[in-house]
């Protein structure tokens, strides 16, 4: 009999008039193949000089997952599903399309600067003071942010994302041409401490927190490799 297996998901944190709700996309089915590629950040540094470090960086380095989904909604619409038998997987594609859009201003939270330089004089026209006098005026605008996003790929890996890349491509369609079967490719690119840090929202300190778990729970698992290595590494060594 075979065993029961996690399912992978993607958790954004949808802002409400009460309490941010999650929209949880569980993966129906969990992808076979996962591309997990890394980056290595920008150099710190001037490379021409001669006391330049060449393993000195700015920052963590960049990690990215791409995978492909697949949606089918044969099961659901045998079992009675109302919203599979009167939208296939509509729903489905449409909560993952949602994560590729700005969320917008909501309540007028998000706001950035723009900054505009004046002049001031005496008289209040537009002449500057002694032609020399100026001050930078900042005023607010509204912003957009896309919505950060929890990748959960079991207990060990749930670290924040933002959604860089959606393709899908629809297969199969009901009589009034809902999709029914179709995949999803997806690119995800990690948000790092920095990025982190100026990501505002109520998945915030979430967000946080996933990636400071994921990292240590990655350098204790680097550590526990150190016992299968030593032993075999200690005679290579010109020491």
């Given at each position: 009999m075979p065993g029961k297996f996690m399912k992978g998901a993607l958790v954004e944190f949808m802002p409400t008039v009460l309490?941010?709700?999650?929209?949880?996309i569980?993966?129906?089915f969990n992808p076979e193949t996962i591309r997990h590629v890394w980056t290595q950040p920008?150099?710190?540094?001037?490379?021409?000089?001669?006391?330049?470090?060449p393993l000195a960086v700015r920052g963590m380095p960049g990690e990215s997952f791409s995978f492909t989904l697949v949606m089918d909604a044969n099961d659901q619409i045998a079992e009675g599903n109302p919203i599979a038998k009167a939208t296939g997987i509509a729903s489905r594609l449409a909560a993952l399309e949602m994560l590729m859009y700005p969320t917008g201003a909501a309540g007028g939270g998000l706001l950035g600067s723009v900054s505009a330089s004046v002049s001031v004089s005496a008289g209040g026209v537009g002449a500057s003071l002694g032609g020399s006098a100026a001050s930078a005026a900042t005023r607010q605008v509204p912003q957009s942010e896309v919505p950060a996003v929890l990748f959960v790929w079991g207990p060990g890996r749930i670290v924040p994302v933002r959604v860089t890349g959606l393709s899908i491509e629809e297969k199969l369609y009901d009589e009034l041409l809902n999709p029914?079967?179709?995949e999803a490719q997806l690119?995800?690119?990690v948000l790092t401490p920095e990025e982190l840090a100026r990501v505002s929202g109520p998945l915030k300190d979430v967000a946080k927190a996933a990636y400071t778990y994921s990292q240590?729970?990655?350098q204790g698992l680097a550590v526990a490799?150190?016992?299968?290595?030593?032993?075999s590494i200690v005679g290579m060594l010109p020491l």
């Open positions: 309490v941010p709700l999650p929209n949880v569980i993966f129906q920008e150099a710190a540094g001037d490379a021409q000089s001669q006391n330049h470090n029914t079967h179709a690119e995800l690119r240590v729970l990655r490799n150190l016992a299968n290595s030593v032993e």
